[in-house]
């Protein structure tokens, strides 16, 4: 085959937003801080670990943002499954797609000993062939640098591949790594400007349209 496809983690695959909420709002409370709703952490999700953690703590410029950083770290490595779980027709879907002998990578902004350690509870490492995060060695989504590093491993040509995800930093690096882009309407991204190829209400609907339209 000479095509792939690529997916995002958080909003995509897996809703984290809970366990993300939890670790963040432990090391609010632990500093003296108002917990914030999980509608606004969502609002904080989707351009890598830096941004979330800015934007979570901007009415706290005076504390160091490294000691905060690692205690949500170790805080939410220690609870990042308690109540994350893959969408619906996630896991069957991505058995599907792996047995359908299509290359399968995952690119997220997360940082990779959490994205290692969620997968692998979550039980679908097995069907990726490549899991690229926040620190291993590419620069974060928007940039299309980790879907093209994929797209080489993979030996896939760009307009026969895609990537699903929920949030516009997926988007864009698909379009700058010329490959097609699937909106995952159930997360909790926004597309802002960008435009998908397509658009997706389910992984169910998802996985059918790759297999029963020939779209690869």
């Not at 969502?42 to 979570?56: D, H, N, Q, Y």
């Not at 690096?173 to 960008?194: D, L, M, V």
């Given at each position: 085959?000479?095509n792939c496809?690529?997916?995002?983690?958080?909003?995509t695959?897996?809703?984290?937003?809970?366990?993300?909420?939890?670790?963040?709002?432990?090391?609010r409370t632990?500093?003296?801080?108002?917990?914030?709703?999980?509608?606004?952490v969502?609002?904080f999700?989707?351009e890598?670990?830096?941004?979330?953690m800015?934007r979570?703590?901007?009415?706290?410029s005076?504390l160091?943002?490294?000691?905060?950083?690692?205690?949500?770290r170790s805080?939410?490595s220690?609870?990042?499954?308690d109540?994350?779980?893959?969408?619906?027709?996630?896991?069957?879907?991505?058995?599907?797609?792996?047995e359908a002998?299509i290359p399968?990578?995952l690119?997220?902004?997360?940082h990779?000993t959490?994205?290692d350690?969620?997968?692998?509870?979550?039980?679908?490492r097995?069907?990726?062939?490549?899991v690229?995060g926040?620190d291993?060695?590419f620069p974060?989504?928007p940039?299309?640098d980790?879907?093209?590093?994929?797209?080489?491993?993979?030996?896939?040509?760009?307009?026969?591949?895609?990537?699903?995800?929920?949030?516009f930093t997926?988007?864009e690096?698909?379009?700058?790594a010329?490959?097609?882009?699937?909106?995952?309407?159930w997360?909790?991204?926004?597309?802002?400007?960008?435009?998908?190829d397509?658009?997706?209400t389910?992984?169910?609907?998802?996985t059918?349209?790759?297999?029963d339209s020939?779209s690869?």
């Amino acid at each position: 085959m000479n095509n792939c496809i690529i997916f995002d983690l958080d909003g995509t695959l897996s809703n984290s937003a809970a366990d993300l909420a939890a670790a963040i709002n432990h090391v609010r409370t632990k500093h003296g801080l108002a917990e914030h709703s999980l509608k606004k952490v969502i609002s904080f999700i989707g351009e890598g670990p830096v941004k979330l953690m800015a934007r979570a703590f901007a009415d706290a410029s005076e504390l160091d943002m490294d000691n905060i950083s690692n205690q949500f770290r170790s805080f939410y490595s220690q609870h990042l499954a308690d109540h994350t779980e893959l969408y619906p027709g996630v896991a069957n879907g991505l058995a599907t797609l792996f047995e359908a002998g299509i290359p399968l990578g995952l690119v997220t902004n997360k940082h990779i000993t959490a994205t290692d350690q969620l997968l692998e509870k979550l039980g679908i490492r097995k069907y990726l062939k490549i899991v690229i995060g926040f620190d291993s060695g590419f620069p974060p989504k928007p940039a299309p640098d980790s879907l093209i590093h994929i797209l080489a491993a993979c030996q896939a040509q760009p307009d026969q591949s895609w990537i699903l995800g929920d949030h516009f930093t997926d988007l864009e690096s698909g379009r700058r790594a010329g490959i097609k882009r699937a909106f995952a309407t159930w997360g909790f991204g926004n597309p802002r400007a960008e435009i998908a190829d397509a658009q997706f209400t389910s992984f169910a609907e998802f996985t059918a349209f790759i297999l029963d339209s020939g779209s690869l």
